[in-house]
T-cell receptor, first 112, second 113 residues
Framework: GPKVLQIPSHQIIDMGQMVTLNCDPVSNHLYFYWYKQILGQQMEFLVNFYNGKVMEKSKLFKDQFSVERPDGSYFTLKIQPTALEDSAVYFC??????????FGPGTRLLVL | GDSVTQTEGPVTVSESESLIINCTYSATSIAYPNLFWYVRYPGEGLQLLLKVITAGQKGSSRGFEATYNKETTSFHLQKASVQESDSAVYYCALNYNQGKLIFGQGTKLSIKP
């Protein structure tokens, strides 16, 4: 089936640093999503993105978070500055319309 | 708010036995959300197992079935005879409103050979 790639698979950084998580969505998809899963907890929606704009964001999408997809390249999630509670696995997803979402394998972020 | 609750894992079933993983939902934003089962096999990413968007309909894939029951607000996942390759984590989810998914907590399934 369609593949979503995420780079890197793991990232360890010091609290206060900036981190960028990269997502390579399915090529013809139009909608993009980030989800966050803290160890042992449910996967939770962060944000979705369409036509260059954030469509909806949850309360987990703090001011330190930003997303973009410049010129159809990677869909990125940037956290600046990072905090300890940002440690989690971040999953990217994409969909053609607002239907079936295809997920990447996740980026495991550890903030020390 | 909207939520999904599913069978708490881990669940262990013997090969060729039947399986049911319960899923109930609460959808306050829209009466009839879309319902999904996603699965994560060991070492792999989350993938769609089946979806049903119409209340009363049944979805099926890879021997698994789930029926959208709006009266009981349930979407239980069933399989008549499991195989070792079904060992995975299963997630029930719903969506509406620009596509964001609301997930259950996941149920880890192990199959005993």
């Amino acid at each position: 089936g369609p593949k979503v790639l995420q780079i890197p698979s793991h990232q360890i950084i010091d609290m206060g640093q900036m981190v960028t998580l990269n997502c390579d969505p399915v090529s013809n998809h139009l909608y993009f999503y980030w989800y966050k899963q803290i160890l042992g907890q449910q996967m939770e929606f962060l944000v979705n993105f369409y036509n260059g704009k954030v469509m909806e964001k949850s309360k987990l999408f703090k001011d330190q978070f930003s997303v973009e997809r410049p010129d159809g390249s990677y869909f990125t999630l940037k956290i600046q500055p990072t905090a300890l509670e940002d440690s989690a696995v971040y999953f990217c997803a994409s969909s053609f319309l607002q239907d079936t979402q295809y997920f990447g394998p996740g980026t495991r972020l550890l903030v020390l | 708010g909207d939520s999904v609750t599913q069978t708490e894992g881990p669940v262990t079933v013997s090969e060729s036995e039947s399986l049911i993983i319960n899923c109930t939902y609460s959808a306050t934003s829209i009466a009839y959300p879309n319902l999904f089962w996603y699965v994560r096999y060991p070492g792999e990413g989350l993938q769609l197992l089946l979806k049903v968007i119409t209340a009363g309909q049944k979805g099926s894939s890879r021997g698994f079935e789930a029926t959208y029951n709006k009266e009981t607000t349930s979407f239980h996942l069933q399989k008549a005879s499991v195989q070792e390759s079904d060992s995975a984590v299963y997630y029930c989810a719903l969506n509406y409103n620009q596509g964001k998914l609301i997930f259950g907590q996941g149920t880890k399934l192990s199959i005993k050979p």
